[in-house]
Nanobody, 126 residues
């Protein structure tokens, strides 16, 4: 059973930055799609970004392109999300997720991910 633990959430003013981390309990470099999702109150969970750990191929939601960067550290079994130029609409609970398959065109379909973290709150004030 793979365990994912997020950290790094918090409160920040608009225009600020935060870096989210997600540590995994298992070696994931070989072949895994890892993603960040978020869910705001009253809204559906949406895909933010994904990365193929075998080759660092990435995907981003249009709403975060140019502001967020997803990365993976093989040695630390860790997934990161560097968030810059944050906006109030980025406020949500952020989750990391993992599935042992290619990300593909459905990388933002939360239903295809097998393992999930508990989530970390990000609050951006105007």
């Amino acid at each position: 059973q793979v365990q994912l633990v997020e950290s790094g959430g918090g409160s920040v003013q608009a225009g600020g930055s935060l870096r989210l981390s997600c540590r995994t309990s298992e070696y994931t470099t070989s072949a895994a799609c890892m993603g960040w999702f978020r869910q705001a109150p009253g809204k559906e969970r949406e895909g933010v970004a994904s990365i193929w750990t075998g080759g660092s191929y990435t995907n981003y939601a249009d709403s975060v392109k140019g502001r967020f960067t997803i990365s993976h550290d093989d040695a630390k079994n860790a997934l990161y999300l560097q968030m810059s130029s944050l906006k109030p609409e980025d406020t949500a609970i952020y989750y990391c997720a993992l599935v042992f398959q290619w990300c593909g065109s459905s990388w933002d379909d939360w239903g295809q991910y097998t393992y999930w973290g508990q989530g970390t709150q990000v609050t951006v004030s105007s």
